[in-house]
């Protein structure tokens, strides 16, 4: 089945760096690809989706391409802020688009 | 900006015992799922409900869950007698259709421990 993989946490990182956090999947088909992040103490957050190869998602800074054939879809921010502390998880659609199939997630604290 | 919400925040029960989760989606979506994340675990899916019935469920969701709609507003998850492996974080979410272009909405979640 599909499945996730994502880099392990947590990402520290000074106020104003370059963001990696790396996603790849395992899938039949063609699945849709998605961030999203969870604030302390808040649900999940849709931050951005691509929904067929090639594809750009983008929001609040954050951008992530859907890169079939490395199978990647990793998320980048090229300024970081103290606010955007969090937990992103990767995910993409399962066997229909009712499931989504998550990545462990990656815990990113900004410093000051 | 509207959102899902869940009650309670965190509930505490008995081996064995029934708990009842419940959600508030958002008013115009018809789609509704449970998620569950065990700590330290990746989140898993449970279940999506259209239309008053269960449209997909996972291997998780066997029969001591179940899922209701019991008004207009409401959208429960029923766990009829919990195991300690059942505690966990789980969401609630909702969107308005049920394809990829229609985002889900979650809430805050229900942290679930049982003892």
């Known amino acids: 089945g599909n499945s996730v993989t994502q880099m392990e946490g947590p990402v520290t990182l000074s106020e104003e760096a370059f963001l990696t956090i790396n996603c790849t999947y395992t899938?039949?088909?063609?699945?849709?690809l998605f961030w999203y992040v969870q604030y302390p103490g808040e649900g999940l957050q849709l931050l951005l989706k691509a929904t067929k190869a090639d594809d750009k998602g983008s929001n609040k800074g954050f951008e992530a391409t859907y890169r079939k054939e490395t199978t990647s879809f990793h998320l980048e921010k090229g300024s970081v802020q103290v606010s955007d502390s969090a937990v992103y998880f990767c995910a993409l659609t399962g066997n229909s688009n009712y499931q989504l199939i998550w990545g462990a997630g990656t815990k990113l604290i900004i410093k000051p | 900006e509207p959102e899902v919400t869940q009650t309670p925040s965190h509930q505490v029960t008995q081996m064995g015992q029934e708990v009842i989760l419940r959600c508030v989606p958002i008013s115009n979506h018809l789609y509704f799922y449970w998620y569950r994340q065990i700590l330290g675990q990746k989140v898993e899916f449970l279940v999506s409900f259209y239309n008053n019935e269960i449209s997909e469920k996972s291997e998780i969701f066997d029969d001591q869950f179940s899922v209701e709609r019991p008004d207009g507003s409401n959208f429960t998850l029923k766990i009829r007698s919990t195991k300690l492996e059942d505690s966990a974080m789980y969401f609630c979410?909702?969107?308005?259709?049920?394809?990829?272009?229609?985002?889900?909405?979650f809430g805050n979640g229900t942290r679930l421990t049982v003892t």
């Open positions: 979410a909702s969107s308005v259709g049920g394809g990829v272009n229609s985002p889900l909405h």
């Open positions: 899938a039949t088909g063609y699945p849709s």
